[in-house]
């Protein structure tokens, strides 16, 4: 079944294809300014996606003709953004006659995993600006077993770097500096079982700035943050006594974050799984590959079901296809 | 010395009371020693292991004090980081919270009690899961005080409670909604502010990603 895919939840539009055994293509256009603002992401999604369409299927060597089912990203997310993925889902849909089916975009993080790299249980690290948890599958649900309790650890980041003034998108400056320092800096260790929260260590940091090289600043606050979602994680991986690690989202790119992972699975003798950092990242081919899935297991949805759901929990979904 | 459990942060071995003391007097013993994190830089790692294993021994006592029963330690090893304990016989509360409800609301209702009674004496567990919990005989005995502090704070307790409430719900999916509310019954009847408490959770519910606002 040859899928096409549309991620708009934050910062990104993506479309993806694929089909029952691999990847086709798989685009992205992302909106960059200070922060985020919902419509003005929306209004970027909205100017580029019929480019993105086209190029997907150039990169896929496929017309429209070929999609046999259309999947979006129907939650969670902003809802100005989300609107933009799901009218352009319907707009296809409907013009083509083609079934339609709305996905859960954190779901479809640890389901490209599974699908790519062949991982069966996976706990999950998902990592990204505004998500932050650690999830894993249990009595026929994708449950959260921990959290942030305030922002995520991408966002927590971006303000810090936004503070020593790094440009967004600072990802890649973050991980040099935070190579180059040497001095541990005390910074609040918060984690409360499996649950956590960054915003207290990002004052402390902040307070920091001032008399102390940024090199040093970034080095102690991305190593307890760091420290902090590895040890939970950990304890999720014993809780459920599951022996695999999948690491999800766009802070999965940090080298640090993942050789500290590597490092925690070989301790416990359990594996390591992080996908390629295009579909890890948000991107259209997870969607493809979730509602691919989904439709396979028998599901189907109405157009009257393809309203977008902002404050979609991944533990509200009854999962079919395991 | 026997390895019976690698945790995510330490070791538990047994032991005869005999052996690891040397002296005439007999016993179980568990041995709980905190395990360095090859991921963590050395100057965070020592801080933190350190401090849980000397917070924890503080917390066990202190709990014991206010009438929770907690495990006896028996010695402090600085050097390896180990608590030397009682061994506590029993089961997990994990195994045992299971099937219908009304079979398993005496041991909810006595988890509800005793950390009523640790907030009431300003003590926070800061792992409340039903694997840190031991049934024995007919009490519950709560083990693994290691993320645990002092606090009267109502937002600190509150988190504590939050904690339990997201154990139930991914642990024990069937039922929790029920376990919730015998908790919150017994919790309430013990603890003075215990309603404050409870409300606080909604709070700190809403501060976290994709809860429904009510819009």
């Known amino acids: ?322 | 010395m026997k390895l019976i459990n690698q945790g995510a942060e330490a070791k538990i071995y047994s032991c005869r009371f005999e052996e690891y003391f040397g002296t005439d007097s007999k016993g179980d013993l568990i041995i709980k020693e905190r395990i360095s994190k090859g991921y963590r830089i050395r100057e965070l790692d020592e801080r933190i292991v350190l401090q849980r294993t000397l917070s924890e021994a503080k917390l066990l006592h202190e709990a014991k004090m206010a009438g929770i029963p907690t495990p006896v330690i028996y010695f402090i090893d600085k050097r390896k980081h180990a608590l030397v304990m009682e061994k506590v016989g029993g089961q997990r509360v994990k195994e045992e919270l299971v099937g219908s409800p009304k079979e398993s609301m005496g041991l909810i209702e006595a988890v509800g009690r005793s950390v009523g009674l640790m907030h009431g004496n300003n003590i926070i567990h800061g792992d409340l899961t039903t694997s840190n919990m031991i049934h024995r005989g007919d009490e519950v005995v709560f083990i693994d005080f290691g993320l645990g502090e002092f606090s009267s704070e109502v937002e600190k307790q509150a988190v504590d409670a939050h904690l339990l409430k997201q154990a139930l719900k991914s642990t024990h999916f069937d039922f929790w909604e029920e376990y919730w509310e015998a908790f919150k019954q017994t919790y309430c009847r013990t603890y003075r502010k215990g309603r404050e408490v409870l409300e606080r959770i909604g709070d700190i519910e809403l501060r976290g990603r994709y809860i429904e606002r009510g819009e």
């Open chain 1, 1 to 322: 079944m040859i899928t096409l895919g549309i991620e708009s939840t934050a910062h990104t539009f993506g479309i993806g294809i694929c089909d029952k055994r691999s990847i086709l293509s798989n685009v992205t256009d992302s909106y960059s300014g200070e922060g985020i603002h919902p419509r003005l992401a929306a209004d970027h999604h909205a100017r580029v996606s019929s480019n993105v369409v086209k190029k997907a299927l150039e990169d896929a060597g496929l017309s429209i003709d070929d999609i046999e089912l259309i999947s979006f990203s129907q939650g969670p997310g902003l809802g100005p953004c989300l609107r933009i993925g799901a009218t352009t889902a319907r707009a296809l849909a409907l013009s083509r006659d083609l079934p339609i089916m709305g996905v859960n975009h954190c779901i479809a993080h640890i389901e490209v995993g599974r699908f790519l790299l062949g991982v069966r249980d996976p706990v999950t690290l998902y990592v990204s600006g505004g998500n932050t948890q650690i999830l894993a599958f249990a009595g026929g649900r994708y449950r959260v077993f921990g959290e942030t309790l305030d922002i995520g650890i991408g966002n927590m980041q971006d303000t810090f770097a936004r503070a020593i003034g790094l440009e967004f998108p600072c990802g890649r400056q973050i991980d040099q500096l935070m190579s180059r320092g040497t001095k541990y800096l005390d910074i609040p260790y918060t984690i409360k079982g499996m649950d956590f929260s960054f915003t207290g260590m990002l004052t402390e940091a902040i307070k920091h700035i001032h008399g102390n090289s940024k090199e040093d600043v970034t080095f102690s606050l991305m190593e307890t943050a760091f420290s902090i979602v590895v040890e939970a994680t950990e304890r999720a991986m014993a809780h459920t006594q599951k022996d695999e690690l999948l690491l999800a989202g766009g802070n999965a790119a940090s080298p640090r974050l993942r050789e500290m992972c590597r490092l925690m699975c070989d301790e416990r003798g359990a594996s390591m799984h992080v996908p390629p950092f295009d579909v890890c990242r948000d991107n259209g081919a997870m969607i493809a590959v979730l509602g691919m899935t989904e439709y396979d297991s028998g599901k189907r949805m109405e157009m009257g079901e393809t309203k977008v759901r902002q404050k979609w929990r991944t533990d509200e979904e009854d999962v079919k296809w395991r």
